[in-house]
C-alpha cells in the first residue's frame, strides 16, 4: 500500500543534543510537508517543500531545518532540542497541495 | 488572518446515540474543507474535502456539510471504535502554492458501550 512513513516512531534525546526525523513516502507526491502538534492543540505547519522548493513558516524556530534530498525522503532537524520542542512531529504529503496525507508521527521526549 | 473553531471541545455518547461535531470558520476565499480523524498517538486519518456550500460527503456512519461559515461532521448511531479525536482545517484560495491548512483544535469523541 501507498503509503507516509516517519521514523523513529518514538525519539528521546538530550538538551541541546541534535536529532533528525525522517520522512519517507511511497505516494509520489510532490509536496511535502513537517508539523508540530503537542497534546490536545491542533497541528501547527512548520516548513514544507512544494517539489524542490522550501518554504518556511515566519515563526519557525531557527534551530529547526529541513532537508528533502528527493522526491521520496524529507528530513526534520533539530539542532539543540530544547524542553519545549517535546512534541509529537507529523510528516504529511500532497499532490499538488490538495488533500494531505499524514504518516503516523514521531514522538519526540527531550530530557 | 484565517480561524477554525470546533465545537464542543469534548464530546461523550453512548454507543447509538446520533450527534453532531461543529467547525466554524473565517477565510479569506475557501478552497476547500477538509476533516481528519486522529487517534491517540498516531497522525491524522483523512476522512472528506469539502469545497462549496451545500456539499455532502458521506462514508460509513459519517457524514458531512458545508455551509459558508461552518461544517458539520454528522456522526449516526456510532460505535466505540469511533472514538477519536475529528480535526477540521481549512485551505482559502490565498494561503499560497502549498495551499496551507489551517487546523482547529479538534473535537474529541468517545463512545461509551
Known amino acids: 500500500d501507498a503509503m507516509v512513513i516517519q521514523n523513529p516512531r518514538y525519539q528521546v534525546t538530550q538538551f541541546g543534543k541534535p536529532v533528525t526525523l525522517s520522512c519517507s513516502q511511497t505516494?509520489?507526491?510532490?509536496?511535502m510537508y513537517w508539523y508540530q502538534q503537542k497534546s490536545s492543540q491542533a497541528p501547527k505547519l512548520l516548513f514544507h517543500?512544494?517539489?524542490?522548493?522550501?518554504?518556511n513558516e515566519a515563526d519557525t524556530p531557527d534551530n529547526f531545518q529541513s532537508r528533502r534530498p528527493n522526491t521520496s525522503f524529507c528530513f526534520l532537524d533539530i539542532r539543540s532540542p530544547g524542553l519545549g520542542d517535546a512534541a509529537m512531529y507529523l510528516c504529511?504529503?500532497?499532490?499538488?497541495?490538495?488533500?494531505?496525507?499524514f504518516g503516523p508521527g514521531t514522538r519526540l521526549t527531550v530530557l | 488572518e484565517d480561524q477554525v473553531t470546533q465545537s464542543p471541545e469534548a464530546l461523550r455518547l453512548q454507543e447509538g446515540e446520533s450527534s453532531s461535531l461543529n467547525c466554524s470558520y473565517t477565510?479569506?476565499?475557501?478552497?476547500?474543507l477538509f476533516w481528519y480523524r486522529q487517534d491517540p498517538g498516531k497522525g491524522p486519518e483523512f476522512l472528506f474535502t469539502?469545497?462549496?456550500a451545500g456539499e455532502e460527503k458521506e462514508k460509513e456512519r459519517l457524514k458531512a456539510t458545508l455551509t459558508k461559515k461552518e461544517s458539520f461532521l454528522h456522526i449516526t448511531a456510532p460505535k466505540p471504535e469511533d472514538s477519536a479525536t475529528y480535526l477540521c482545517?481549512?485551505?482559502?484560495?490565498?494561503?499560497?502554492?502549498?495551499?496551507?491548512?489551517?487546523f482547529g483544535s479538534g473535537t474529541q469523541l468517545t463512545v461509551l458501550p
Open positions: 477565510v479569506s476565499g475557501l478552497r476547500g
Open positions: 505516494l509520489n507526491h510532490n509536496v
Open positions: 517543500y512544494y517539489d524542490k522548493d522550501f518554504n
Open positions: 504529511a504529503t500532497s499532490r499538488n497541495a490538495n488533500e494531505q496525507f
Open positions: 482545517a481549512v485551505q482559502a484560495r490565498t494561503s499560497g502554492s502549498a495551499r496551507q491548512l489551517t
Open positions: 469539502l469545497y462549496s
